[in-house]
């Protein structure tokens, strides 16, 4: 179970960033359309990255953690929902945290001193 959540844990960070770096960059096209001969890369990187790669893995790990962690079919829900909106995947993932290890993650706490 442990595992699995590292690998949703990084997708949902990756994911949520690359979500973020397109909302920022076409946010910056609707203010100013001066940038975008320089942003127009990024965003098309940016868009094909989130679009075909990282948000199908992110699905994958989704499911994955659910089924590892036998959770209600409304979680899956929440989880593939935080990929469409920018900022929501940290939260989703800050809040699963919290609820599969309410006494913190395992490879986070410190070993006891002697």
Sequence with gaps: MDAAFRRYRIMS???????LTLFVTLA????????????KP???VDGVAHGTILYPVYLIMSFYVVLKARLPFW????MLLAGFVPGVAFL????????????????RTTPATR
């Design 42 to 44: 990024l965003v098309v």
């Design 75 to 78: 979680y899956l829900i929440v």
């Design 28 to 39: 910056l096209h609707q203010w100013d359309l001066s940038l975008w001969t320089s942003i």
């Design 92 to 107: 989703v993932e800050w809040w699963l945290a919290r609820r599969l290890y309410p006494q913190g993650l395992p490879w």
């Design 13 to 19: 960070f990756v994911t949520g960033t690359t979500l």
